[in-house]
């Protein structure tokens, strides 16, 4: 522990817990200023200036005399620097704490405060951690956000963008593995990943639009990985997408697949055909089976769960109506509606029990509709519940998350 002289200002190392009854320099008490988190290697080598002079042992007489008291607003006496004066010159013991802390989160407190100056190695991940053992491979999609504070530069200087202080996710490989890891978002994104030994990697655009990618092969380890934005406190909500699996010799298989809008067909005959509306009895309700395999990202940044390339329902819509589409599963399923125009609206739990539900005002055209599966590559059967009517007044409803 980093600890300063109330008198003299002079730095100490003490071990935590320590007491500490009388500064080695001046003969004063000391309390706590500043402290890192983290350190590695131990207490750090601290030494005083020349006019400090030099220490006296614990226990000896004090030749230096006591320092004179201090009282807020008092001249101080010549030569003497009263505590208050301290603080450029503890700020410059705390920049050399700094320096020799090694990898890790820096986090300072002075007289009281604190606050967070880098990625921290040890926070636990926000969405979790990823554990593959070579399985078949596996895809994952989370949907979150960032803010981010921290410029990655400080950890890399050829990267780019802030993240926040704490990663988004960690991959912990027990083998050799192909791993894809990618955003979907309308916002301009960066990425960093960071393995237990310090190897960086960043990217910036390298996905679809302004989103990153990182397509690599990864050894046996533990990698955090952090989404940033590319400007400085500005929040997004993105998709992040991780494709993990064992590696394919070169020429052999084509690598992990990066999936975009073009791999959906809205336009394909649905696999449980044509509805018209409004000429439909009320709760039309067919069934089906679905395994989702494209992220459902690809049409929209807030869209979740995994969908067919196809559709499974096409909504003829011969005048404006209102329309409520459900699904029932003892699966967890989400829902996709586009209109011809491409506007998208979809959604995950709102009809309960892990359920979808989506209400809009329907315009006329045709309408696709898909019923996703949450997890990708899952099988699950549903019933797809539809009921329209002509809306009573000319006010526009539309609910749901586009």
């Not at 809008?261 to 649905?270: E, M, R």
């Not at 011969?318 to 125009?341: F, M």
Request: charged content about 10%; glycine content about 10%.
């Amino acid at each position: 522990m980093l600890l300063q002289c109330d008198q003299c200002a002079a730095p100490h190392n003490v071990p935590d817990g320590s007491p500490v009854v009388r500064c080695s320099f001046c003969g004063g008490s000391t309390h706590i200023v500043f402290g890192a988190a983290g350190m590695a290697g131990g207490p750090m080598p601290v030494g005083g200036p020349a006019q400090w002079g030099a220490q006296v042992p614990f226990g000896a007489p004090n030749p230096y005399g006591a320092p004179p008291p201090w009282t807020p607003g008092a001249q101080p006496m010549p030569g003497y620097v009263p505590p208050r004066a301290n603080a450029a010159r503890g700020v410059i013991v705390a920049a050399l704490a700094i320096g020799m802390m090694g990898a890790g989160a820096a986090m300072f407190t002075l007289r009281g405060g604190s606050f967070t100056r880098a990625l921290s190695y040890t926070a636990a991940p926000v969405l979790g951690t990823l554990t593959l053992a070579g399985a078949p491979a596996v895809e994952r999609s989370y949907t979150t956000s960032v803010t981010g504070t921290v410029a990655a530069s400080t950890v890399l200087t050829t990267c780019r963008g802030y993240m926040q202080s704490a990663p988004h996710l960690t991959l912990r490989l027990t083998a050799p593995q192909r791993v894809n890891i990618h955003t979907t978002s309308d916002l301009d994104l960066t990425m960093l990943v960071r393995d237990t030994s310090g190897v960086v990697r960043c990217d910036d655009d390298s996905g679809q639009g302004l989103n990153p990618m990182i397509d690599t092969v990864l050894a046996p380890g533990t990698y955090s990985v952090w989404i940033g934005s590319f400007t400085r406190n500005l929040s997004a909500n993105f998709t992040l997408n991780a494709s993990i699996g064992p590696i394919i010799p070169e020429g052999l298989v084509p690598t992990l697949r990066q999936w975009t809008v073009s791999d959906v067909t809205p336009l394909a005959p649905p696999t449980n055909g044509v509805v018209a509306v409004p000429q439909i009895a009320q709760d039309l309700t067919t069934n089906g089976v679905v395994t989702g395999a494209i992220p459902a990202s690809v049409l929209g940044a807030n869209c979740r769960g995994y969908i067919t390339a196809a559709p499974q329902v096409q909504l003829a819509v011969a005048a404006p109506s209102h329309g409520t589409l459900r699904t029932t599963s003892t699966n967890d399923l989400t829902l996709v509606l586009r209109d011809e125009q491409g506007r998208v609206f979809c959604d995950d739990d709102s009809g309960g029990a892990l359920q979808p539900r989506l209400t809009v005002d329907l315009t006329s055209g045709a309408w696709s509709v898909w019923v996703g599966t949450y997890q990708a590559n899952f099988t699950s059967p549903f019933a797809l519940h539809v009921d329209a009517a002509l809306p009573t007044n000319g006010a526009a409803r539309r609910r749901g998350r586009k």
